[in-house]
């Protein structure tokens, strides 16, 4: 459905339910509607307008606003998400873990993650994310466990690899760092756009590429820190 069908659409039937699905179908790179978050985030206001407590509105404007580096927006979105939904999704959770966690808001950010992955255990994005706080807030001991559990369902994710890698190079554990960081890359070199944009579905596909030699930068980088000196 074209912009000027659903404008016509919402004009002459007002729906908070059609609002935020057209919101969501600018809102993912594997949609095949046109990525507009602009749009999107219209269409989530418009949601909320004719509905104020409609669900998981205010969870994808938190998204835009974590997208767009507002994070302090973002937090008050995803808490007021939360806080009126009477039955929130796990992924509200993850959305704030993540907000939080960007935020310098570690130790929060672990607390947000571990709600979401009691629900969701297996979840291969929100283990590394909760790794990756975990290393921030200096408990590599954590992360590393949680990484290794990840693998063991994951076990060529390039980006558990990598974290994996991490924890145990800041564990002292140099020779098991190199190994792993080595089976990260040879996973790295297989990565394609559309695994990426599986992996961060509300991202912009315009930089799918970008983010794949972000990833791929990363992991060469730290082989060479990593480097068994034997």
Do not use: C
Not at 9 to 16: E, G, K, R, T, Y
Not at 33 to 46: F, G, H, N, T
Not at 93 to 113: F, M, N, P, Q, T
Not at 171 to 188: D, M, N, R, W, Y
């Amino acid at each position: 459905m074209t912009v000027l069908l659903q404008n016509a659409q919402l004009l002459f039937f007002p729906s908070a339910a059609s609002a935020y699905n057209f919101g969501n179908q600018h809102f993912d790179a594997r949609s095949g509607y046109e990525y507009d978050i602009d749009r999107a985030e219209s269409l989530y206001q418009e949601a909320l307008r004719i509905d104020p407590q409609f669900p998981y509105a205010r969870h994808q404007l938190a998204r835009i606003s974590f997208l767009r580096g507002d994070f302090k927006s973002a937090l008050v979105l995803i808490n007021e998400e939360l806080f009126t939904n009477p039955d929130p999704s796990p992924s509200s959770y993850y959305i704030r873990g993540l907000i939080e966690g960007y935020a310098g808001r570690y130790d929060d950010a672990a607390k947000s993650y571990e709600r979401y992955l009691e629900r969701d255990p297996r979840n291969w994005a929100a283990i590394n994310d909760y790794a990756w706080v975990l290393l921030r807030a200096g408990r590599s001991e954590d992360a590393a466990i949680a990484t290794a559990e990840g693998l063991a369902y994951f076990p060529e994710n390039p980006w558990l690899l990598n974290s994996n890698a991490t924890a145990l190079f800041e564990l002292g554990l140099t020779k098991e760092a190199s190994a792993v960081i080595q089976k990260a890359g040879e996973s790295a070199a297989s990565i394609t756009e559309p695994m990426w944009l599986t992996a961060y579905p509300g991202n912009d596909p315009r930089i799918a590429r970008q983010g794949i030699e972000t990833l791929q930068r990363a992991i060469a980088s730290n082989k060479l820190r990593f480097a068994d000196p034997e």
